[in-house]
């Protein structure tokens, strides 16, 4: 990893130092006989957002490098290389550099699809245990490895999986709003690229999507000013967290 402290870990100290008042769900969740019920990490503004946080790490890189070697091999330029790589880079350099990116870009999207999928059962069965009228449900998504890559294809994916394209591709229903950060030293300045980008239904209540706006605000704001984050964020064209209400 570039820096011990992870994407993740970033956004767990901002949760933190915002809403000092929070409380841990999944610390009060017992359901008797020594069961628990499943729970988000936190719930902030007196229940008024229920936060689950979940990462891409190491494995993720490691499997996608080593996926991106395969293809690459198949297509007679295998490649080897240490550090953080320029993953688009190497993808334009190979012979058939679409059918690469499509490919890779299908792969990471699946592993998207399964913390999606991971996070919805969470909030469907809390919300069984421990109902609450008019919880915005959020789910943040830290990636945490090296990847050097932009961010539209993810946003794209995500917001196609909440419904944007079609109603009957909604496959995470519980999830209000979905927010991707990822480490801005990691994530290529280009068009439509950002390195905190928020996903919200249009759908929702007018005071949901306050929260929601306001959430995705104060912690773009706060971790964009933590070290070693602050000198890439700042210079970052795309600064701006990108709202997208979907």
Known sequence: MVDAITVDD?????????????SIP???NSIGKGR????????????????ERKSRNAIDQSQFYKKLQEIAAQQGAPFWGVGR????????????????????????MNQVMKTMRKSQKKFEEYAQFVPQEGQAR??????????????????YFIGRKMGALDAGDDQVKAIDAT???????????EEDSYWFTAISRACLSQEKQQNVNGLASVLH?????Y???AGAANNFCNSSFRLCVV
């Open 227 to 229: 070290a070693p984050y």
């Open 26 to 28: 999944d610390q009060n």
């Open 138 to 155: 959020v789910l943040i998504i830290s990636d945490n490895t090296e990847i050097r890559q932009g961010t539209a294809a993810v946003e």
């Open 179 to 189: 927010f991707y950060v990822k480490d801005p030293r990691c994530t290529i300045d």
């Open 221 to 225: 704001h706060r971790i964009s000013r």
């Open 10 to 22: 970033v956004v767990r100290m901002a949760i933190e130092d915002l809403f000092p008042d929070q």
């Open 36 to 51: 628990q019920h499943k729970a988000p990490d936190h719930l902030i503004l007196n229940g008024k957002i229920a936060i």
């Open 85 to 108: 790589l320029n993953f688009k880079a190497i993808i334009n350099q190979l012979p058939d550099s679409k059918d690469a990116s499509q490919k890779m870009t299908d792969f990471m």
